[in-house]
């Protein structure tokens, strides 16, 4: 299952909402027999790495999203979490 675009607004950070939408996210992939959750982030959004390396995610790869963004050295960071069963 591939976890896209989740965003909390700057109002509501720091209450645990990402990592409890992240929790149900996988809680919902793993009753539906999906074996793992992916996504990815930018390299930017360090506070997203921590949330998602706290959950058990581990980064897998990382990629270029276009010529422009190799040439600025702007790196997507691509996580899997395997779910088990």
């Known amino acids: 299952l591939e976890l896209k675009r989740m965003s909390v607004s700057r109002e509501h950070r720091g209450r ?15 009753a539906r027999g999906f074996g793992a959750v992916v996504l990815t982030t930018s390299m930017v959004q360090v506070a997203a790495q921590r949330l998602y390396e706290g959950l058990g995610f581990r980064k897998v790869s990382t990629s270029y999203p276009s010529l422009l963004g190799t040439l600025l050295n702007f790196q997507l960071f691509h996580y899997r979490c395997d779910l088990g069963h």
């Not at 645990?16 to 793993?30: T, W």
């Open 16 to 30: 645990g909402l990402a990592r409890a939408l992240c929790r149900e996210v996988m809680g919902f992939a793993r």
